[in-house]
C-alpha cells in the first residue's frame, strides 16, 4: 500500500536544490577573487551547474522506477554531500568547477525524485494543488539562499557557503534516512528508447520544457549577473543578498495572485498569458533601470511571473506519462535543464541582465501563445 511522504519534507527537498545554488550566488565574488580569475569565468559555474544538473536529472529519475524512490534520494544526498566537502577544501579553481559539477549531480535527485514521488500519490487537481504550493517553495528558496549566502559570504567567503551546504546536506540525508518513505507501488519496465521517441514528438511536452527553461533563466540570470552588477554600482555581498528581501515580497505576490486566480477557475492558458505579461513588463523595467539600484524593483515582477507559471507548467506536464513517471520525469527534465545550462551559458557571455530578461520574456510570450493552437 502507498505511504504518502510529508508535504513538508517534499517541500523542502524541491526548495533544497534551489537554496543551494543562490546561497553560492553572493560566493562568486569571492571565488573571483580567491582563485584570481574574472566575474565571468565565476559566473559560468552558474552554466556548468545547470548542465550537469540535467545529467543528474535523468540518472536519477531513471534510478528512481529501476531501484525505488527512497533509495534514490538517498544516494543523491549522499554524493551531493561529498563534493560540496571537496569544494570546500580544494585551492583549485578547476576542482572547484568539477566539485560544481558533481554536487549538481547529486543535489538534481532532490527535483526529479520529489516530483516523481508526489506524481506517485496525488491525482489530477489535488497535484495541482499540490504543485502551487510546492511552487511556493520553490519561489521562497532562493530568497533564503541569498539572504544566507550573503552573510556567509561576508562571514567567510566561499568556504563558509560550502561548509553549510556540506552540514545541510548530512542533515537532510540523516532526516529523510529515518522518515522518507517509499511511494513506488510496483516496478516498471523501462522503455527509455520508446519512451523518448514519444516524448520528443509531443509538442506539448517541447512547449512546457521551453517554458520551465526560460522562467528559470528569468530568475536565474539575477543571482549570476546580480552580485556584479551590484558590485559595479558600490555595493557588497552582503547587500545583494538583502536584495532577496525585496524578490520575497514579489514571492508572496505572486503566489497569492496564483492562488487566487486557481479559486476563480481560470484555465492554465490565461494562467500562462498572465505569467508571461508579467515577466515582459518586469523586463522592460529591468532594462531600463539596470543604471541604478532601483533595477531590482521591476525584479519583483519576473519573481510573480516564475510563481505563477512554474506549478502550473510541471503539475501539467506528464498526465500522459503517469505509468512511467521517474523516467518521463526525468527525460524532461534534461530537456529543460540543458535549455536553462545554455541559456545561463549565453546570459554569462552577454553580461547584461535586461537584454536577457527581454528575450526571455518575448519568447516566453510566443511559447505561451502556441500552446493556445495546439
Known amino acids: 500500500?502507498?505511504?504518502?511522504p510529508s508535504l513538508w519534507l517534499?517541500?523542502?527537498?524541491?526548495?533544497?536544490?534551489?537554496?543551494?545554488?543562490?546561497?553560492?550566488?553572493?560566493?562568486?565574488?569571492?571565488?573571483?577573487?580567491?582563485?584570481a580569475v574574472s566575474y565571468a569565468q565565476a559566473a559560468q559555474t552558474l552554466s556548468i551547474y545547470f548542465s550537469a544538473f540535467a545529467v543528474g536529472v535523468v540518472v536519477w529519475g531513471v534510478l528512481a522506477d529501476k531501484w525505488g524512490r527512497r533509495p534514490t534520494m538517498l544516494l543523491g544526498l549522499l554524493i551531493y554531500g561529498a563534493a560540496a566537502?571537496?569544494?570546500?577544501?580544494?585551492?583549485?579553481f578547476t576542482t572547484v568547477m568539477l566539485a560544481r559539477a558533481l554536487?549538481?549531480?547529486?543535489?538534481?535527485?532532490?527535483?526529479?525524485?520529489?516530483?516523481?514521488?508526489?506524481?506517485?500519490?496525488?491525482?489530477?487537481?489535488?497535484?495541482?494543488?499540490?504543485?502551487?504550493?510546492?511552487?511556493?517553495?520553490?519561489?521562497?528558496?532562493?530568497?533564503?539562499?541569498?539572504?544566507?549566502?550573503?552573510?556567509?559570504?561576508q562571514a567567510g567567503g566561499y568556504q563558509y557557503v560550502f561548509l553549510?551546504?556540506?552540514?545541510?546536506?548530512?542533515?537532510?540525508?540523516?532526516?529523510?534516512l529515518v522518515k522518507l518513505p517509499e511511494t513506488q507501488q510496483q516496478k516498471q519496465p523501462l522503455q527509455l528508447a520508446g519512451l523518448s521517441?514519444?516524448?520528443?514528438?509531443?509538442?506539448?511536452?517541447?512547449?512546457?520544457?521551453?517554458?520551465?527553461?526560460?522562467?528559470?533563466?528569468?530568475?536565474?540570470?539575477?543571482?549570476?549577473?546580480?552580485?556584479?552588477?551590484?558590485?559595479?554600482?558600490?555595493?557588497?555581498?552582503?547587500?545583494?543578498g538583502y536584495s532577496g528581501v525585496i524578490l520575497g515580497v514579489g514571492t508572496l505576490m505572486g503566489s497569492y495572485l496564483n492562488k487566487a486566480l486557481l479559486s476563480k477557475g481560470l484555465s492554465q492558458w490565461?494562467?500562462?498569458?498572465?505569467?508571461?505579461?508579467?515577466?515582459?513588463?518586469?523586463?522592460?523595467?529591468?532594462?531600463?533601470?539596470?543604471?541604478?539600484?532601483?533595477?531590482?524593483?521591476?525584479?519583483?515582477?519576473?519573481?510573480?511571473?516564475?510563481?505563477?507559471?512554474?506549478?502550473?507548467?510541471?503539475?501539467?506536464?506528464?498526465t500522459e506519462y503517469k505509468q512511467q513517471a521517474g523516467s518521463a520525469g526525468a527525460l524532461l527534465g534534461l530537456m529543460y535543464y540543458l535549455m536553462i545550462g545554455a541559456g545561463?551559458?549565453?546570459?554569462?557571455?552577454?553580461?547584461?541582465?535586461g537584454a536577457v530578461l527581454l528575450a526571455c520574456g518575448a519568447v516566453a510570450m510566443v511559447v505561451t501563445l502556441s500552446t493556445k493552437i495546439l
Do not use: H
Request: contains cysteine.
Open 1 to 4: 500500500m502507498n505511504t504518502k
Open 10 to 35: 517534499m517541500v523542502v527537498m524541491l526548495m533544497f536544490p534551489q537554496i543551494v545554488e543562490t546561497i553560492y550566488s553572493p560566493a562568486l565574488g569571492s571565488i573571483a577573487q580567491s582563485f
Open 85 to 92: 566537502l571537496v569544494a570546500m577544501q580544494t585551492e583549485d
Open 103 to 153: 554536487s549538481a549531480f547529486g543535489i538534481a535527485v532532490g527535483s526529479v525524485v520529489t516530483q516523481t514521488m508526489l506524481r506517485d500519490v496525488f491525482r489530477g487537481e489535488e497535484l495541482g494543488k499540490v504543485f502551487s504550493l510546492m511552487g511556493m517553495g520553490i519561489s521562497i528558496s532562493p530568497v533564503v539562499g541569498m539572504l544566507l549566502g550573503g552573510q556567509l559570504s
Open 164 to 176: 553549510t551546504l556540506f552540514v545541510m546536506a548530512l542533515g537532510l540525508f540523516v532526516y529523510n
Open 197 to 240: 521517441v514519444r516524448m520528443m514528438k509531443d509538442a506539448k511536452i517541447w512547449q512546457s520544457a521551453l517554458l520551465v527553461a526560460l522562467y528559470n533563466i528569468a530568475l536565474f540570470s539575477y543571482y549570476q549577473l546580480g552580485a556584479f552588477r551590484f558590485a559595479e554600482l558600490g555595493f557588497n555581498a552582503e547587500q545583494f
Open 270 to 318: 490565461l494562467l500562462l498569458c498572465v505569467s508571461a505579461v508579467l515577466l515582459t513588463l518586469g523586463a522592460v523595467g529591468v532594462y531600463a533601470l539596470l543604471g541604478s539600484i532601483w533595477f531590482v524593483a521591476p525584479m519583483m515582477l519576473v519573481v510573480m511571473s516564475f510563481g505563477i507559471a512554474i506549478p502550473n507548467v510541471l503539475s501539467a506536464a506528464l
Open 344 to 353: 545561463l551559458g549565453l546570459a554569462g557571455a552577454i553580461q547584461n541582465l
